[in-house]
């Protein structure tokens, strides 16, 4: 039975790195956007300084402010050891510094928000995660009949804690089904999949998390904001990209947007 039950989670992680590795193609383009729904980290995007942001724009940069936070909280810690709330100062600090960037009028900050698009690789995941649960899961009788909620209290009570919303609900395979749950709002996903792996009849909770590499944002806390760091990685980034181009920012906590300069490998041609 254990050696049954090894094959099967084995599968179905081979099922989503497929899925993952589909996806990786457009998170490393330099121009790709991704999105998974809407978030809001606590702050009235309303009432923010990002008034010439779309909706869009605004619920993008959430989710890099929320990824951020937390590579920074993290340290050398595991993402699941950490709180799943990401405190709202923090966030609120690195989402008006990148929506800084974004506004200011230097043309290499147009470079990277407005040409490129870069924003953060997507890990760790900050808004869904997939159950993967047995099909004959008396707690799924629910979903099995078209609902969105279920029998398990505990489910329902994570689901209700961080308002998450239960939607592609679909056969797996033939002894699985899976449905996503996707958050309204960022916050750190990893203790609260943990969480939910110790469910019955749960066989697996994935984040999604690519096992590339691609483009992403790194910031550095300074005495009086952030230093952002915007970054084009390529070559072989199915791997581990081998290179990568980075333009440097200061951000003051007033707003103060200051160009660093550039560095690392030359950007393809194609790239520029």
Not at 39 to 56: A, F, Q, R, V, Y
Not at 76 to 96: G, M, W
Not at 133 to 160: C, F, M
Request: glycine share 4%; hydrophobic share 35%; with cysteine.
């Amino acid at each position: 039975m254990k050696s049954t039950n090894t094959h099967q989670v084995k599968t179905i992680k081979q099922r989503l790195l497929l899925v993952v590795m589909i996806c990786l193609v457009s998170w490393t383009s330099p121009s790709s956007v991704l999105a998974f729904g809407n978030d809001n980290n606590g702050s009235d995007p309303e009432t923010s300084s990002s008034t010439n942001l779309s909706k869009h724009q605004k619920s993008r940069y959430k989710k890099d402010a929320t990824r951020l936070a937390l590579r920074h909280l993290a340290g050398k810690k595991d993402f699941d050891q950490l709180e799943a709330e990401v405190p709202k100062n923090l966030v609120e600090s690195i989402y008006n510094s990148l929506v800084a960037v974004h506004e200011s009028n230097l043309p290499e900050a147009k470079l990277v928000t407005t040409q490129h698009k870069l924003h953060t690789f997507p890990t760790p995941t900050v808004d869904r995660m997939v159950v993967i649960y047995k099909r004959d899961a008396p707690w799924a009788t629910p979903l099995r009949l078209g609902d969105d909620v279920t029998d398990n209290e505990k489910i329902n009570q994570i689901s209700e804690k961080f308002n998450l919303k239960i939607d592609r609900h679909v056969e797996w395979d033939e002894e699985h089904n899976s449905f996503n749950l996707r958050a309204q709002e960022s916050f750190n996903i990893a203790p609260v999949a943990k969480d939910l792996s110790t469910i019955e009849s749960i066989t697996l909770v994935d984040m999604m998390e690519p096992n590339g590499d691609g483009n992403d944002i790194e910031v550095k806390k300074l005495s009086n904001g952030w230093e952002i760091n915007y970054i084009i990685k390529f070559d072989g980034c199915i791997s581990g990209c081998k290179k990568r181009h980075t333009w440097t920012f200061e951000v003051t906590d007033n707003g103060k947007v200051t160009f660093k300069g550039e560095s690392g490998d030359e950007l393809p041609k194609w790239m520029k």
